[in-house]
């Protein structure tokens, strides 16, 4: 269509963001092998920390539940990719703007009741897909200046002002000329139809942020914001803010567009169950090294009466010294069944279902351990020394090396049964790395600089940590193995730097 600009590019395996001074993100995405028809689809993820010395973060000081209880794991669908275009095309099946105004249609029409499950999740697929349409259109309008392109983004905003407008009607002829609604299918639409309005004030009023006020582009982003204001305002919606509102009428908009965003995109997530199978696993461990020393020490008791009869002082003797050496061999034998297999087993297990049919999609499961650097795939080290700083370092320098392994089972013959729209997974994982710094201290130093004319001036600078991340995601049909940077202080992280990509490795375990 006219308005179509040039694509955002494709999109990555994973990549890691910044939230805050204590927190990170980490997002995979797990795409559908349509071709293959494949039932199952297998992806392994591993995030190797490498601690310095430093962090005093070791097997001894630090376990798998002090990490677990940082971790905040979000899985969900990705959103559909379909264009504007494709939401505005009457004739595309694939549309749920259409499918809406179809079913709304057949309701007037043949007086017949709208299917409300039906009805809500393909009012909230389409704010989904809205929203990424939005995100990726108005970030690329900053970037246009001359008049070809200029032209070509006022086509655009017009496609982008049509989804609403069509929608809007259809929120207007369901609200107010269908009889055969159940109530709470007319709030849901109020509450998607708000949604809408609101993503478009919200990218409209970062691009007019951005603009320079002399940019062509800003009379008519300025408009696109008035235009969806005077509409909130003609429905009745609470989020319309005008002249010098009061602090709690500002935080209870930005509050209830949080809410709405959230209402509209749980479409898109799982319903998760999950299940802690490392206690199960100790108790076996447990329970294996009590038989162990339980072992010992019957063996003990018979020789000793074998030996000595019974009754005897030295009978005595010895088993009272075996039943001291039983306990310690049980303690014993429990850490090192424990170390041996920490590497084989999961901590933890999840069953993703789908939330409107309750099939089940996905398992997850998750892992962590410390390793020592002889115990890792040479290419993982390879890429963590690369360098010849980080080479002449590594030789002297020690660090902890912590994993966390994850691994995701999609159970795709079901998935594309379901969801055809769909074309794969997001996992969003969000860090707290809080327990990784806590031992850190507030230290810096002065560095003198001398400026052009001769005078030397001391800045006071933080001192500060470099924390290496290596990611590594390998799935049937490839791998992607990359290390970032952490550079991070007492007070949390300063930035995420993107190192170097290396070759795929094997996963360990």
Do not use: W
Not at 109 to 130: A, S
Not at 270 to 277: A, C, G, I, L, W
Request: charged content about 30%.
């Amino acid at each position: 269509m006219n308005g179509e600009l040039p694509q955002a590019p494709r999109m990555e395996p994973f990549r890691i963001k910044q939230r805050d001074r204590q927190s990170i993100e980490l997002k995979f995405r797990y795409m559908l092998d349509r071709e293959r028809r494949r039932k199952r689809q297998t992806y392994d993820v591993n995030v190797y920390f490498f601690l310095p010395y430093s962090f005093n973060i070791n097997s001894a000081s630090y376990d798998r539940n002090s990490f677990y209880d940082d971790l905040k794991l979000y899985l969900r669908f990705n959103t559909p990719a379909l264009q504007i275009g494709e939401l505005l095309d009457k004739t595309s099946r694939a549309s749920p703007l259409r499918r809406i105004e179809r079913m709304i249609r057949t309701a007037r029409r043949e007086d017949r009741r709208i299917d409300p499950d039906e009805f809500i999740y393909e009012g909230k697929l389409l704010g989904c897909i809205y929203k990424s349409i939005l995100r990726d259109r108005f970030a690329n309008f900053a970037t246009q200046t001359d008049p070809d392109t200029i032209s070509r983004t006022l086509a655009s905003i017009g496609e982008i002002r049509e989804v609403a407008r069509r929608f809007h009607r259809a929120t207007s002829i369901l609200v107010r000329r269908l009889k055969n609604v159940e109530p709470h299918v007319r709030q849901h639409m109020l509450m998607i139809d708000e949604h809408l309005s609101l993503l478009i004030e919200k990218y409209a009023a970062t691009l007019y942020e951005t603009l320079r006020r002399s940019h062509p582009l800003v009379p008519h982003v300025s408009r696109l914001i008035s235009k969806e204001v005077r509409y909130r305002e003609k429905a009745g919606y609470p989020t319309v803010v005008r002249g010098k509102a009061p602090k709690e009428k500002l935080e209870e908009r930005i509050y209830r567009e949080k809410m709405l965003k959230r209402y509209v995109s749980e479409v898109l997530f799982f319903d998760v169950r999950r299940r802690n199978t490392a206690k199960g696993m100790e108790q076996i461990l447990y329970a294996a090294a009590a038989g162990i020393a339980m072992m010992f020490a019957t063996s003990i008791a018979f020789l000793g009466q074998s030996t000595f009869g019974s009754l005897t002082t030295a009978l005595f003797l010895l088993l009272v010294v075996s039943y001291m050496l039983k306990d310690r061999l049980k303690d014993f034998f429990r850490d090192l069944l424990r170390k041996s297999v920490s590497r084989r087993i999961f901590d933890r297990k999840a069953m993703l279902y789908d939330a409107r049919r309750h099939s089940k999609l996905a398992v997850v499961r998750e892992r962590t351990y410390f390793l020592e650097n002889s115990q890792v795939d040479p290419g993982v080290i390879d890429l963590r020394n690369q360098g010849t700083f980080e080479q002449a370092l590594a030789r002297t320098t020690a660090e902890s090396l912590f994993v966390y392994h994850k691994r995701i089972q999609l159970q795709t013959k079901t998935m594309r049964g379901i969801h055809r729209r769909i074309g794969g997974v997001a996992d969003i994982s969000i860090l707290d790395l809080g327990g990784f710094l806590r031992h850190l201290a507030a230290q810096g130093g002065l560095v003198p600089v001398e400026s052009d004319r001769g005078v030397v001036e001391l800045h006071p600078v933080k001192r500060i940590y470099h924390l290496n991340l290596i990611v590594h995601m390998r799935s049937d049909v490839g791998a992607d193995i990359r290390r970032y940077r952490l550079i991070v202080d007492a007070s949390g992280i300063e930035r995420i730097e993107a190192v170097s990509v290396g070759q795929p490795v094997q996963t360990p375990g």
